[in-house]
């Protein structure tokens, strides 16, 4: 790196978004991540480890040993990747991710490390800024739609879900996406905007107005090639600018520069972008101030056998046949109510491309309620109380309210008999203690052929009653009955049929 520069350092005046610049390489949702991280001391120390003694010291020049160290989350560990210091470059100038200062070099650095996780830079053409995300910080990433309504409601919850995502520390991008090829003139109504391009989101705040009490919802956002900016209002220098004192101004950091940042009004915003990816650092040390969540990650795995009591890669709900056939994962939920986050990851395939395997599997989950004291396999339907769409991407996750009372999971891929790995994370407010179900019924043991009295839990389904009791004097009972009701006994001794 001397080569580049007379004093290369990994950080000039400290580590900012500023200092990215995407090069001739499609992976703006890398560096539109990188974004992300350098907003988070806490964050960015994780994937640069010790990053003031890999720092060159000019002082010491013969400590400088030409390799450097970074850490990313993969696949529920932390991974250690270690790069030396030759980059890729042309006319002597980086050829790929590039800071605004010649002598910086840790952007370059993190993307030659990341691009050696993947297998090589080109494997980095083309992403998901929500995957580099949780590369980074091993959080869960929540895709959301941002519908353009009328619904001004809708319009505030989801500004105040950002605010709130953007001041626990979470990360958060977005971008815009066009259904239909987009035309020279459609470019033009986007006012600087990019379609199909990810965007970091720098900061989420409320302005004050003036001197009223009047706020303003604002965000700002910044493009990773470090140029390229909204044009419209609130723009850089824009006349809307005059409504915010000067203090104001000072205050929220208005850097009216051209280096890719710019404010957009939330009101704006919402017309323009489609989707943002949210991640949210979820804190499971019990010491944190701030929520904390019962975590539980679990590996596990779709593999094909022989036999239905064997296979354990069935499918999803379309294959009724093989579809209980799939790893099953039971949880309780102990509040009276509680929000669940479910994410199901896949391997990264980025590695694979080159020898053109490299495709997603297609993914997702289901969730049956069930009986309080389950603990073996489902081999029946249940009710199902929610569940992922299918999709292939590299991760799939779900929040969802769920009432009191315990739950099985069941992760699968579409088809039936596709075989891959998963990690299953699933994120409560108390102690869910989720785990998975591996016995297909109970085990007959001598104690209870001894004493004749098998634990097991039998679903009678009543299809008829009569002579019950009138409920009242109307007499509503026989009508009103509902014809298939679950009833769970215990301790029956009925070994034959398990559900
Ligand atoms: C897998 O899904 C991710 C999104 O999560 C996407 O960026 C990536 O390109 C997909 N991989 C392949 C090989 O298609
Ligand atoms: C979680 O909280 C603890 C205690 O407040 C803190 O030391 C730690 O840095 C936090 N972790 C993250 C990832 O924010
Ligand atoms: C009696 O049953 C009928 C029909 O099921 C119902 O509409 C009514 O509210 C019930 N009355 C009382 C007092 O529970």
């Known amino acids: 790196m001397k080569e580049l520069c007379e004093s290369p350092r ?22 539109a991540a990188c974004s992300c991280l350098a907003l988070r001391d806490n964050l960015w120390q994780k994937v640069i480890p010790d990053w003031k003694k890999q720092d060159w010291n000019p002082k010491k020049p013969n400590n400088y040993a030409g390799i450097f160290h970074f850490r990313f989350w993969r696949f529920g560990e932390w991974i250690d990747v270690v790069v030396d210091d030759r980059l890729p470059t042309m006319d002597e100038k980086l050829l790929f991710c590039h800071s605004s200062s010649k002598e910086e070099f840790w952007s370059a650095l993190l993307e030659k490390a990341y691009a050696k996780l993947a297998g090589c830079y080109e494997a980095l053409d083309g992403g998901n800024t929500g995957d580099a995300i949780v590369d980074f910080t091993g959080s869960v990433a929540e895709s959301i739609e941002v519908k353009n309504t009328k619904d001004s409601i809708q319009r505030h919850n989801l500004f105040e879900k950002l605010l709130k995502v953007y001041n626990r520390g979470g990360l958060i991008s977005c971008s815009i996406h066009q259904m239909e090829p987009v035309s020279i003139l459609e470019i033009s109504k986007l006012q600087g905007l990019r379609a199909d391009h990810s965007y970091s989101v720098t900061k989420v705040q409320k302005v004050r107005l003036g001197n009223t009490a009047d706020k303003l919802s604002m965000i700002r956002l910044r493009n990773p090639w470090g140029k390229g900016e909204w044009l419209g209002p609130w723009s850089d220098n824009s006349k809307e600018w005059q409504k915010i004192s000067k203090k104001e101004r000072k205050k929220i950091g208005t850097d009216l520069k051209n280096d890719g940042e710019f404010w ?21 040390s019990y010491l944190s101030i701030r929520k904390t969540w019962d975590e539980v990650i679990l590996r596990g795995a779709w593999s094909r056998h022989e036999g239905p009591l064997l296979n354990r890669a069935g499918g999803c709900t379309n294959f009724l046949h093989t579809f209980l056939q799939n790893p099953q994962y039971v949880f309780d939920i102990t509040k009276k109510e509680d929000e669940v986050l479910i994410s199901i990851q896949q391997r990264d395939k980025r590695i694979h491309r080159k020898e053109g395997n490299g495709k997603n599997l297609t993914i997702g989950f289901s969730i049956f309620k069930v009986e309080l004291n389950r603990e073996y396999r489902l081999h029946s339907p249940y009710q199902k109380v929610s569940g992922s769409i299918y999709i292939d991407k590299r991760s799939v996750s779900l929040r969802t309210c769920l009432k009191k009372g315990r739950y099985v999971i069941i992760p699968s891929t579409f088809e039936p008999y596709v075989e891959g790995e998963f990690l299953l994370r699933i994120y409560t407010d108390v102690v869910s203690r989720c785990r998975e179900l591996i016995l297909d019924k109970p085990e007959v043991t001598c104690w209870n052929i001894i004493i004749r009295y098998p634990r097991i839990v039998t679903k009678v389904h009543l299809h008829s009653a009569t002579d019950l009791p009138k409920q009242n004097s109307s007499g509503g009972m026989s009508s009103e009955f509902h014809p298939c009701v679950n009833v769970t006994w215990h301790n029956l001794e009925d070994l034959g049929s398990i559900d």
């Open 10 to 31: 990994l950080f000039v005046d400290g580590i900012s978004s500023h200092d990215l610049n995407q090069g001739q390489l499609g992976n703006c949702w890398f560096v």
């Open 264 to 284: 957009m009004a939330f009101e704006d915003w919402y017309k323009y972008f489609t989707n943002a990816i949210v991640c949210r650092i979820i804190n499971t």
